[in-house]
Protein backbone atom coordinates (compact mmCIF):
# COMPACT_ATOMS: atom_id res chain seq x y z
CA UNK A 1 0.00 0.00 0.00
CA UNK A 2 1.32 3.30 -0.85
CA UNK A 3 1.30 5.99 2.09
CA UNK A 4 2.05 9.27 1.84
CA UNK A 5 2.95 11.18 5.10
CA UNK A 6 2.70 15.22 5.08
CA UNK A 7 3.66 17.59 8.42
CA UNK A 8 2.83 19.30 10.27
CA UNK A 9 -0.78 17.99 10.10
CA UNK A 10 -1.34 21.90 11.37
CA UNK A 11 0.24 25.44 11.07
CA UNK A 12 -0.39 27.92 12.20
CA UNK A 13 2.15 31.33 11.92
CA UNK A 14 1.82 35.10 11.54
CA UNK A 15 1.77 37.03 8.07
CA UNK A 16 5.03 37.44 6.75
CA UNK A 17 6.71 34.46 7.70
CA UNK A 18 8.19 32.01 5.92
CA UNK A 19 7.09 28.28 6.11
CA UNK A 20 7.78 24.97 4.64
CA UNK A 21 5.30 22.03 4.56
CA UNK A 22 6.48 18.09 3.38
CA UNK A 23 5.55 15.08 1.77
CA UNK A 24 6.98 11.79 2.40
CA UNK A 25 6.88 8.27 0.76
CA UNK A 26 8.45 5.29 0.82
CA UNK A 27 7.12 4.79 -2.81
CA UNK A 28 8.42 5.89 -6.17
CA UNK A 29 5.45 8.05 -7.96
CA UNK A 30 5.74 9.13 -11.39
CA UNK A 31 4.49 12.10 -10.38
CA UNK A 32 3.02 14.07 -7.28
CA UNK A 33 1.13 16.95 -7.05
CA UNK A 34 -0.24 19.77 -4.48
CA UNK A 35 -3.95 20.68 -3.89
CA UNK A 36 -5.27 23.24 -1.85
CA UNK A 37 -8.77 23.20 -0.81
CA UNK A 38 -10.89 25.64 0.26
CA UNK A 39 -13.78 25.10 3.21
CA UNK A 40 -17.25 23.75 1.08
CA UNK A 41 -14.98 23.16 -1.87
CA UNK A 42 -13.31 20.54 -3.97
CA UNK A 43 -9.54 20.68 -4.06
CA UNK A 44 -7.57 22.50 -6.78
CA UNK A 45 -4.44 21.62 -8.36
CA UNK A 46 -1.41 23.94 -7.56
CA UNK A 47 1.25 21.97 -9.54
CA UNK A 48 2.52 19.00 -10.60
CA UNK A 49 6.01 17.76 -10.36
CA UNK A 50 7.27 15.05 -12.37
CA UNK A 51 11.14 14.68 -12.77
CA UNK A 52 13.27 14.23 -9.52
CA UNK A 53 14.92 17.11 -8.70
CA UNK A 54 12.37 19.52 -10.08
CA UNK A 55 11.36 22.93 -8.52
CA UNK A 56 8.57 24.51 -9.66
CA UNK A 57 7.42 28.78 -8.26
CA UNK A 58 4.32 29.50 -8.40
CA UNK A 59 4.30 33.57 -7.23
CA UNK A 60 5.60 33.19 -3.57
CA UNK A 61 5.04 28.91 -4.15
CA UNK A 62 7.94 26.75 -4.32
CA UNK A 63 7.91 23.09 -4.95
CA UNK A 64 10.46 20.57 -5.18
CA UNK A 65 10.67 17.24 -5.61
CA UNK A 66 12.94 14.86 -4.75
CA UNK A 67 15.66 13.71 -6.47
CA UNK A 68 14.05 9.66 -6.10
CA UNK A 69 10.91 10.75 -6.49
CA UNK A 70 9.64 9.88 -3.11
CA UNK A 71 9.16 13.09 -1.61
CA UNK A 72 8.31 16.48 -1.85
CA UNK A 73 8.15 19.84 -0.43
CA UNK A 74 5.76 22.86 -0.58
CA UNK A 75 7.56 26.58 0.37
CA UNK A 76 5.69 29.47 1.14
CA UNK A 77 7.84 32.42 1.38
CA UNK A 78 6.31 35.91 3.57
CA UNK A 79 2.68 34.24 3.89
CA UNK A 80 -0.70 36.30 3.49
CA UNK A 81 -4.13 35.72 5.37
CA UNK A 82 -4.99 34.45 1.76
CA UNK A 83 -2.99 31.70 2.19
CA UNK A 84 -5.01 30.03 4.68
CA UNK A 85 -6.14 26.41 3.59
CA UNK A 86 -5.74 22.59 3.21
CA UNK A 87 -2.86 21.61 1.34
CA UNK A 88 -2.82 17.78 0.28
CA UNK A 89 -0.10 15.94 -1.90
CA UNK A 90 -1.01 13.01 -4.11
CA UNK A 91 0.81 10.80 -5.66
CA UNK A 92 0.06 9.78 -9.40
CA UNK A 93 -0.06 6.38 -10.85
CA UNK A 94 -3.35 4.80 -12.12
CA UNK A 95 -4.99 5.58 -8.60
CA UNK A 96 -3.92 8.84 -7.31
CA UNK A 97 -3.37 8.75 -3.88
CA UNK A 98 -3.42 11.72 -1.29
CA UNK A 99 -1.79 12.61 2.14
CA UNK A 100 -3.86 13.97 5.41
CA UNK A 101 -2.98 17.25 4.54
CA UNK A 102 -1.95 20.29 6.37
CA UNK A 103 -4.48 22.66 7.01
CA UNK A 104 -2.36 26.30 7.16
CA UNK A 105 -3.65 29.37 9.32
CA UNK A 106 -2.09 32.59 8.47
CA UNK A 107 -2.68 35.69 11.08
CA UNK A 108 -2.72 39.17 10.07
CA UNK B 1 -18.46 24.89 -18.79
CA UNK B 2 -19.93 23.11 -15.62
CA UNK B 3 -16.72 21.03 -14.98
CA UNK B 4 -17.82 17.85 -12.41
CA UNK B 5 -21.10 18.50 -10.96
CA UNK B 6 -22.64 16.66 -8.01
CA UNK B 7 -25.88 15.59 -6.14
CA UNK B 8 -27.02 16.03 -3.65
CA UNK B 9 -25.48 18.43 -1.92
CA UNK B 10 -26.61 17.80 1.53
CA UNK B 11 -28.13 14.21 2.59
CA UNK B 12 -29.62 12.91 5.83
CA UNK B 13 -29.62 8.86 5.81
CA UNK B 14 -31.17 6.56 8.86
CA UNK B 15 -29.11 3.62 9.35
CA UNK B 16 -29.95 0.86 7.15
CA UNK B 17 -31.40 2.91 4.37
CA UNK B 18 -29.92 3.30 0.70
CA UNK B 19 -29.22 5.88 -1.46
CA UNK B 20 -26.93 6.81 -4.79
CA UNK B 21 -24.87 9.49 -5.10
CA UNK B 22 -24.70 10.80 -8.90
CA UNK B 23 -21.52 12.45 -10.47
CA UNK B 24 -21.49 13.87 -13.77
CA UNK B 25 -18.58 16.00 -15.98
CA UNK B 26 -18.39 17.69 -19.35
CA UNK B 27 -14.71 17.48 -19.94
CA UNK B 28 -14.78 14.37 -22.11
CA UNK B 29 -12.37 12.58 -19.14
CA UNK B 30 -11.18 9.04 -19.15
CA UNK B 31 -10.96 8.47 -15.63
CA UNK B 32 -13.44 8.78 -12.71
CA UNK B 33 -13.28 9.01 -8.96
CA UNK B 34 -14.95 8.63 -5.64
CA UNK B 35 -13.65 9.94 -2.49
CA UNK B 36 -14.38 10.54 0.69
CA UNK B 37 -13.45 12.89 3.42
CA UNK B 38 -13.12 12.75 6.97
CA UNK B 39 -11.50 15.31 9.61
CA UNK B 40 -7.90 14.65 9.87
CA UNK B 41 -7.83 11.98 7.68
CA UNK B 42 -7.07 13.45 4.20
CA UNK B 43 -9.16 12.17 1.14
CA UNK B 44 -9.50 8.54 0.92
CA UNK B 45 -10.27 6.66 -2.46
CA UNK B 46 -12.87 4.59 -2.42
CA UNK B 47 -13.53 3.03 -6.11
CA UNK B 48 -12.69 4.79 -9.68
CA UNK B 49 -13.07 4.00 -13.33
CA UNK B 50 -9.85 4.18 -15.57
CA UNK B 51 -12.10 4.32 -18.34
CA UNK B 52 -16.03 3.90 -19.45
CA UNK B 53 -16.49 0.22 -18.57
CA UNK B 54 -13.94 -0.27 -16.33
CA UNK B 55 -14.44 -0.19 -12.42
CA UNK B 56 -11.96 -0.88 -9.81
CA UNK B 57 -11.38 -0.51 -5.64
CA UNK B 58 -9.44 2.22 -3.93
CA UNK B 59 -8.58 2.21 -0.46
CA UNK B 60 -11.75 1.62 1.32
CA UNK B 61 -14.37 0.48 -0.56
CA UNK B 62 -16.33 -2.25 1.39
CA UNK B 63 -19.98 -0.63 2.02
CA UNK B 64 -19.91 0.75 -1.36
CA UNK B 65 -20.81 -0.30 -4.76
CA UNK B 66 -20.16 2.09 -7.98
CA UNK B 67 -21.67 2.17 -11.54
CA UNK B 68 -19.62 3.70 -14.78
CA UNK B 69 -22.98 4.43 -16.56
CA UNK B 70 -21.41 6.33 -19.56
CA UNK B 71 -18.48 7.90 -20.45
CA UNK B 72 -19.68 11.42 -18.29
CA UNK B 73 -21.46 9.35 -15.58
CA UNK B 74 -19.88 7.72 -12.07
CA UNK B 75 -22.20 6.73 -9.27
CA UNK B 76 -21.77 5.99 -5.95
CA UNK B 77 -24.20 3.74 -3.92
CA UNK B 78 -24.61 2.84 -0.16
CA UNK B 79 -27.03 -0.26 0.00
CA UNK B 80 -26.98 0.11 4.17
CA UNK B 81 -25.93 2.82 5.16
CA UNK B 82 -23.71 2.96 8.53
CA UNK B 83 -23.20 5.83 10.64
CA UNK B 84 -19.65 5.19 9.80
CA UNK B 85 -20.16 5.92 6.11
CA UNK B 86 -21.14 9.85 7.49
CA UNK B 87 -18.50 11.86 5.59
CA UNK B 88 -18.32 14.44 2.64
CA UNK B 89 -17.93 12.46 -0.51
CA UNK B 90 -16.14 13.88 -3.55
CA UNK B 91 -16.26 12.71 -7.09
CA UNK B 92 -13.48 13.87 -9.32
CA UNK B 93 -12.18 13.18 -12.97
CA UNK B 94 -9.15 13.31 -15.07
CA UNK B 95 -7.88 12.89 -18.86
CA UNK B 96 -4.81 11.20 -17.65
CA UNK B 97 -2.27 9.28 -15.76
CA UNK B 98 -0.50 12.56 -15.19
CA UNK B 99 -3.40 14.86 -15.77
CA UNK B 100 -4.62 16.68 -12.75
CA UNK B 101 -8.01 15.97 -10.92
CA UNK B 102 -11.05 18.06 -11.65
CA UNK B 103 -13.64 17.86 -8.61
CA UNK B 104 -17.06 18.69 -7.55
CA UNK B 105 -18.15 20.72 -4.70
CA UNK B 106 -18.88 17.47 -2.61
CA UNK B 107 -21.67 15.77 -0.68
CA UNK B 108 -21.97 16.32 2.61
CA UNK B 109 -23.90 12.98 3.98
CA UNK B 110 -25.30 12.46 7.60
CA UNK B 111 -26.36 9.17 8.96
CA UNK B 112 -27.90 8.76 11.91
Known amino acids: TQLLEQSPQFLSIQEGENLTVYCNSS?????LQWYRQEPGEGPVLLVTVVTGGEVKKLKRLTFQFGDARKDSSLHITAAQPGDTGLYLC????????FGKGTRLHILP | NAGVTQTPKFQVLKTGQSMTLQCAQD?????MYWYRQDPGMGLRLIYYSASEGTTDKGEVPNGYNVSRLNKREFSLRLESAAPSQTSVYFCASRRGVDSPLHFGNGTRLTVT
Open chain 1, 90 to 97: AGAGDKII
Open chain 2, 27 to 31: MNHNS
Open chain 1, 27 to 31: SVFSS
